[in-house]
């Protein structure tokens, strides 16, 4: 069964700082990796889509990676503003016909800070 | 616009009823899903669909039950044999993957439901 792990759970910087979030997954067979945002009491923004044969993809100040051979993938985020401030969540799909299930971590809380 | 529209928002529900979520889209994807949300959890799949008149089990089907009659349209019941069904649930729908396209997935705003 995957299980998919983002660390860390919580995280507080300063306005301006680079930061990297972490995610894990057990099973390397999947069809791809998506980054979503999460503001509190809202659905889930898609912000980035990688599929299993890239390495990376950008939007913005925005930048993940996946490394498929170790179950590992990173989000950078650049020069972080107040308006980031939200919860992070990594999701890997298997695909079934015309249907993607994802699973999903448990999300990385973020805080950026004036 | 197109998009993922979840009604009601909030949503109360007493011992022993029976509760229906709305989910609506006008993407024309193929693919729909529900999610469940717990705090300090990840989403959780319960049930997904395909095609109209089609859906599969997720992982967590016990005690929700779910139709496809039209493509724009898979409502999620709660039944009373939901043990602990207080959670943020969350409709999302896919686009089929084609050559070079990726499976498109999109999300609602969600429906807090509550158990008093």
């Known amino acids: 069964k995957q299980e998919v792990t983002q660390i860390p759970a919580a995280l507080s910087v300063p306005e301006g700082e680079n930061l990297v979030l972490n995610c894990s997954f057990t099973?390397?067979?999947?069809?791809?990796l998506q980054w979503f945002r999460q503001d509190p009491g809202k659905g889930l923004t898609s912000l980035l889509l990688?599929?299993?044969?890239?390495r990376e993809q950008t939007s913005g100040r925005l930048n993940a990676s996946l490394d498929k051979s170790s179950g590992r993938s990173t989000l950078y985020i650049a020069a972080s503003q107040p308006g980031d401030s939200a919860t992070y969540l990594c999701?890997?799909?298997?695909?079934?016909?015309?249907?993607?299930?994802?699973?999903f971590g448990t999300g990385t809380r973020l805080q950026v800070t004036l | 616009d197109g998009g993922i529209t979840q009604s009601p928002k909030y949503l109360f529900r007493k011992e022993g009823q029976n509760v229906t979520l709305s989910c609506e889209q006008n993407?024309?994807?193929?693919?729909m899903y529900w999610y469940r949300q717990d705090p300090g959890q990840g989403l959780r799949l319960i049930y997904y669909?395909?095609?109209?008149?089609?859906?599969q089990k997720g992982d967590i089907a016990e005690g929700y039950s779910v139709s496809r009659e039209k493509k724009e349209s898979f409502p999620l019941t709660v039944t009373s044999a939901q043990k602990n069904p207080t959670a943020f649930y969350l409709c999302?729908?896919?686009?089929?993957?084609?050559?070079?396209?990726?499976?498109?997935?999109?999300f609602g705003s969600g429906t807090r439901l509550t158990v008093v």
């Open positions: 990688i599929q299993s044969s890239q």
């Open positions: 999701a890997v799909s298997h695909h079934t016909g015309t249907a993607s299930k994802l699973t």
């Open positions: 999302a729908s896919s686009s089929r993957p084609t050559i070079g396209r990726h499976y498109g997935y999109t």
């Open positions: 099973d390397s067979a999947i069809y791809n």
């Open positions: 669909s395909q095609i109209v008149n089609d859906f």
């Open positions: 993407l024309n994807h193929d693919a």
